[in-house]
């Protein structure tokens, strides 16, 4: 039961909505957080009930582990976290392994509807690990079960974050205001859900056949072909990713709960680690704490910042899967973050009056966004001898159309897909709207956070805000696109829910559900 599906939207979350404040009404608080818990599993449970027992397991175990880790006077309380981390761990890899095994082409990126991990076992493993570990620090001084119960299950973040911690679900669940009707959180939390379901199914469900149909075979990719599918991947997966993050806070503020935000204009950035701190925040959030913070702090195994790093980046890699092109993605990702960071030692050895030389900001974004697409090369190929037929075909020479004898309108229509085959390929016949359409609202237009400004509550978990560096080709848009609820907002925003439901029929799963 996809959060885009017909199913979804129009029984699951009305009855959802409605049962939680009624139950609230009736009897509090508990109540209507036994129904999300409730609603919840048969959310999940909908997928596949055989992997039943995968949440069973994880869930009695780490609140077992937990109870046990809250007591003050409990011996060898380190040694117990240790072993839940490495436990959380090893019950991931274990699925990670069975789905494609180490260094193997079957664990590389899938397009496939058939999802070959229970689902959500990514996200929730990560929270399974930070809710540990918060125990053991002790950012966690009480625990109850239905508050743990509700952290983990609640369904608009269960499948595919933003990765959340206790600290910050608990106190919400307590909070009066929760179980009382708030016609101004469910008006702007379905308007924020509009808008991230138009992401996904209008936007990135229009991009995507074309993208999935041409990574069946790279090799007969020309050039235009190859850096048209990798930008059309790069913009699909945005949209598609960053459509369920709206998504999910809009649900989640309809029932009065603050989910964290995960995107924040990632493709204005002017640097990778801009970037990595602005695309699904909440998992660079994570990795930072409970990864690299504790490989740079240890006593065992010292580790410097720059070692850290990039023991990072290349961890990110085995998150996604052990498949070879996440490996190599990972640790490819891993050098470009060190060659930033020592650039910037390398720049203040120069003379001052070459530090002072500031290169345009637009040529810094689309520099970075370049580096990205390269890499997106390798996340998205299925295996290595696809990302190296891609790479081929990137910089094919043959490939290149020279001024003379060339046939401008063929090269025109063949982008836009009127005249629409390449090899054995189809077209999809919009395809140079849709990416003129996404890269419009990608550079253009102001993020949901900032259209919401006015109304927005959702959470940041960055240890700093990240200021903006670049606010787009129209800056007039960028400060003067806001939400306010008014006329004009609810007929766009019916405009926007038409067009979604008018392309159900197309809509294919969430990337990120495979991982």
Same mark, same amino acid.
């Given at each position: 039961?996809?959060?885009?599906?017909?199913?979804? &939207?129009?029984?699951?979350?009305?009855?959802?909505? &409605?049962?939680?404040?009624?139950?609230?009404?009736?009897?509090?608080?508990?109540?209507?957080?036994?129904?999300?818990?409730?609603?919840?599993?048969?959310?999940?449970?909908?997928?596949?009930?055989?992997?039943?027992?995968?949440?069973?397991?994880?869930?009695?175990?780490?609140?077992?582990?937990?109870?046990?880790?809250?007591?003050?006077?409990?011996?060898?309380?380190?040694?117990?976290?240790?072993?839940?981390?490495?436990?959380?761990?090893?019950?991931?890899?274990?699925?990670?392994?069975?789905?494609?095994? &180490?260094?193997?082409?079957?664990?590389?990126?899938?397009?496939?509807?058939?999802?070959?991990?229970?689902?959500?076992?990514?996200?929730?493993?990560?929270?399974?690990?930070?809710?540990?570990?918060?125990?053991?620090?002790?950012?966690?001084?009480?625990?109850?079960?239905?508050?743990?119960?509700?952290?983990?299950?609640?369904?608009?973040?269960?499948?595919?974050?933003?990765?959340?911690?206790?600290?910050?679900?608990?106190?919400?669940?307590?909070?009066?205001?929760?179980?009382?009707?708030?016609?101004?959180?469910?008006?702007?939390?379905?308007?924020?859900?509009?808008?991230?379901?138009?992401?996904?199914?209008?936007?990135?469900?229009?991009?995507?056949?074309?993208?999935?149909?041409?990574?069946?075979?790279?090799?007969?990719?020309?050039?235009?072909?190859?850096?048209?599918?990798?930008?059309?991947?790069?913009?699909?997966?945005?949209?598609?990713?960053?459509?369920?993050?709206?998504?999910?806070?809009?649900?989640?503020?309809?029932?009065?709960?603050?989910?964290?935000?995960?995107?924040?204009?990632?493709?204005?950035?002017?640097?990778?680690?801009?970037?990595?701190?602005?695309?699904?925040?909440?998992?660079?959030?994570?990795?930072?704490?409970?990864?690299?913070?504790?490989?740079?702090?240890?006593?065992?195994?010292?580790?410097?910042?720059?070692?850290?790093?990039?023991?990072?980046?290349?961890?990110?890699?085995?998150?996604?899967?052990?498949?070879?092109?996440?490996?190599?993605?990972?640790?490819?990702?891993?050098?470009?973050?060190?060659?930033?960071?020592?650039?910037?030692?390398?720049?203040?050895?120069?003379?001052?009056?070459?530090?002072?030389?500031?290169?345009?900001?637009?040529?810094?974004?689309?520099?970075?966004?370049?580096?990205?697409?390269?890499?997106?090369?390798?996340?998205?190929?299925?295996?290595?001898?696809?990302?190296?037929?891609?790479?081929?075909?990137?910089?094919?020479?043959?490939?290149?159309?020279?001024?003379?004898?060339?046939?401008?309108?063929?090269?025109?229509?063949?982008?836009?897909?009127?005249?629409?085959?390449?090899?054995?390929?189809?077209?999809?016949?919009?395809?140079?709207?849709?990416?003129?359409?996404?890269?419009?609202?990608?550079?253009?237009?102001?993020?949901?956070?900032?259209?919401?400004?006015?109304?927005?509550?959702?959470?940041?978990?960055?240890?700093?805000?990240?200021?903006?560096?670049?606010?787009?080709?129209?800056?007039?848009?960028?400060?003067?696109?806001?939400?306010?609820?008014?006329?004009?907002?609810?007929?766009?925003?019916?405009?926007?829910?038409?067009?979604?439901?008018?392309?159900?029929?197309?809509?294919?799963?969430?990337?990120?559900?495979?991982?």
């Amino acid at each position: 039961m996809p959060l885009s599906s017909p199913l979804f &939207i129009f029984i699951f979350l009305p009855v959802t909505v &409605i049962g939680f404040f009624m139950a609230g009404r009736l009897s509090g608080h508990r109540a209507a957080l036994t129904w999300t818990c409730l609603a919840s599993l048969v959310f999940y449970l909908s997928w596949n009930p055989a992997h039943a027992w995968v949440l069973a397991a994880t869930l009695s175990f780490n609140y077992w582990l937990s109870k046990q880790l809250i007591q003050p006077d409990f011996p060898a309380r380190r040694a117990l976290m240790v072993i839940g981390v490495i436990t959380n761990a090893a019950f991931l890899a274990v699925f990670k392994v069975m789905a494609g095994g &180490i260094w193997d082409a079957s664990g590389g990126f899938s397009a496939s509807t058939q999802i070959l991990i229970p689902l959500a076992i990514s996200f929730i493993t990560f929270q399974q690990i930070a809710f540990v570990v918060d125990v053991y620090k002790r950012r966690i001084k009480t625990l109850n079960w239905l508050d743990y119960l509700a952290f983990i299950l609640f369904f608009p973040q269960l499948v595919m974050g933003p990765i959340v911690h206790y600290r910050d679900m608990a106190p919400q669940f307590h909070r009066s205001q929760l179980i009382r009707w708030s016609t101004d959180n469910f008006s702007v939390g379905l308007a924020i859900f509009i808008v991230g379901l138009f992401k996904k199914l209008v936007i990135a469900d229009s991009i995507a056949p074309y993208v999935n149909d041409s990574f069946t075979d790279t090799s007969t990719l020309s050039l235009l072909d190859a850096w048209t599918v990798i930008i059309g991947f790069q913009m699909q997966l945005y949209f598609d990713f960053s459509g369920y993050a709206d998504m999910a806070i809009g649900i989640a503020r309809m029932l009065n709960i603050q989910l964290p935000i995960n995107f924040d204009s990632p493709y204005k950035s002017t640097n990778r680690f801009e970037q990595w701190r602005r695309w699904h925040i909440s998992f660079s959030v994570f990795m930072r704490q409970y990864i690299f913070f504790p490989l740079a702090r240890n006593r065992w195994l010292p580790m410097n910042a720059t070692q850290a790093l990039f023991m990072v980046a290349v961890f990110s890699g085995f998150w996604h899967g052990f498949g070879s092109t996440f490996m190599l993605w990972g640790i490819a990702q891993a050098v470009i973050m060190l060659l930033i960071h020592w650039r910037r030692h390398l720049i203040q050895q120069l003379p001052l009056r070459i530090q002072s030389f500031k290169i345009a900001l637009p040529i810094q974004v689309f520099a970075t966004f370049w580096v990205t697409l390269m890499l997106c090369v390798l996340f998205r190929s299925p295996d290595i001898t696809s990302a190296k037929h891609l790479y081929q075909s990137l910089f094919n020479a043959n490939g290149l159309y020279l001024p003379f004898g060339w046939d401008a309108r063929y090269t025109l229509y063949e982008w836009t897909g009127i005249a629409s085959r390449h090899g054995d390929i189809l077209v999809n016949s919009a395809l140079g709207g849709w990416l003129l359409l996404a890269a419009f609202i990608t550079w253009c237009m102001p993020n949901t956070q900032q259209v919401f400004s006015n109304h927005w509550t959702a959470m940041d978990q960055r240890h700093e805000s990240i200021k903006d560096t670049w606010s787009g080709f129209i800056p007039y848009l960028d400060r003067r696109v806001r939400f306010r609820p008014n006329a004009g907002w609810a007929i766009a925003l019916g405009l926007l829910l038409a067009a979604c439901i008018a392309c159900m029929d197309r809509s294919s799963r969430f990337i990120y559900y495979q991982f």
